[in-house]
């Protein structure tokens, strides 16, 4: 009988402790992540603490971390990270307990000390001083060298996405635009190799450019290939001024006689007297071409006596396409241009 009771106080014993100790033998996950305004701060360290046990871990890429096994009740979380003010909460660990977020804030620039912060055993984290010496005195002809430095997530080679390597998604397509031109207004006027008043000459040139690129796809339809296209314009206005000799209005009657060449009887080889032409060798076809010369606009006293603006106008498109890399069967490849122009 005594061996009876001694079973019933063994079985109602086990019921006790299970009934009691459920709740500290129950272990739950807790996670979080740790971020400076939107930025992920990865190697950050956290610490759970509940009495006398003590859990750290690291925060990943994503400045996030876990917490696989801790049990139900109340924990004391902290996160650390050197140039940071440290932060810590109670958190209520049970089922339904949600991820934590933490927002960390930089410290003030005098508080950057490398020391770490009350709640952590204190490691060999200080930050090392900064050695000075006397200038040497031939330091002013040593050679000076300097240098930049890039952030890699600039580049095709960055990391993955986190603080300080922040990279945003990029559009496969590439395009560019491109504009010169030039206008007479930021030009000096010309010299002058007649001593004429010569005005500035008026014209302007622009020339355009755009161009793009990328796969050739419909979304969830086709996708294969490259192809680029690109269309240029160019709109000229020249002006130039002309100078250059024109027969006088006596000239034009045939008196040469205050000109510096007389003319040659084609008939005789000889000079005309005095320099003038009959007015009966003189053909109807002749006087016609002659009216057909603008008459001088200066005296010029030597070689010109005529000059005058002559503008150019010119004007260009050119388009431009390629398609490249298109797959026909497994062996084949296709790729075309074309272009067009006025």
Not at 40 to 63: I, N
Not at 103 to 129: N, Q, R, Y
Not at 168 to 175: A, I
Not at 262 to 285: K, N, W, Y
Request: contains cysteine; hydrophobic residues 35%; positive net charge.
């Amino acid at each position: 009988m005594s061996n009876f009771k001694r079973f019933l106080q063994l079985v109602f014993t086990a019921a006790f402790i299970c009934m009691t100790g459920v709740s500290e033998l129950t272990a739950m996950e807790h996670r979080g992540q740790v971020r400076f305004g939107e930025v992920p701060v990865p190697s950050a360290s956290v610490q759970a603490t509940q009495l006398d046990k003590t859990f750290r871990v690291m925060t990943d890429a994503e400045g996030r971390y876990v917490f696989p096994d801790l049990s139900d009740g109340t924990w004391t979380v902290q996160v650390e990270m050197p140039g940071f003010e440290g932060a810590r909460k109670e958190v209520v660990i049970a089922k339904d307990t949600a991820a934590a977020q933490w927002d960390l804030k930089m410290l003030p620039l005098d508080g950057i000390k490398g020391e770490p912060s009350a709640g952590f055993p204190k490691t060999s984290t200080l930050a090392p001083l900064l050695q000075t010496s006397a200038p040497e005195p031939d330091a002013a002809n040593r050679l000076l060298i300097n240098g930049s430095v890039v952030n890699g997530a600039a580049t095709p080679f960055g990391l993955q996405r986190a603080f300080g390597t922040v990279r945003q998604p990029r559009s496969p397509y590439r395009g560019t635009v491109s504009f010169s031109g030039s206008n007479a207004l930021f030009d000096a006027r010309s010299f002058s190799l007649t001593g004429q008043n010569t005005p500035r000459a008026d014209y302007n040139r622009m020339q355009s450019s755009i161009s793009i690129n990328g796969p050739l796809q419909i979304p969830h339809l086709f996708r294969m290939g490259q192809f680029t296209v690109s269309y240029n314009r160019t709109q000229n206005r020249n002006a130039s001024v002309q100078t250059t000799q024109m027969p006088t209005f006596a000239e034009r009657l045939g008196d040469f006689s205050s000109s510096s060449t007389a003319p040659m009887d084609p008939t005789t080889g000889e000079l005309f007297p005095s320099g003038v032409i009959p007015q009966s060798r003189i053909s109807p076809q002749a006087r016609a071409l002659a009216g057909l010369y603008p008459l001088p606009n200066f005296n010029g006293g030597g070689r010109y006596n005529y000059q005058v603006p002559v503008v150019g106008v010119t004007h260009g498109d050119n388009i431009q396409g390629s398609i490249t890399n298109i797959r026909v069967g497994r062996a084949n490849q296709l790729s075309g241009s074309g272009g067009f122009s006025t």
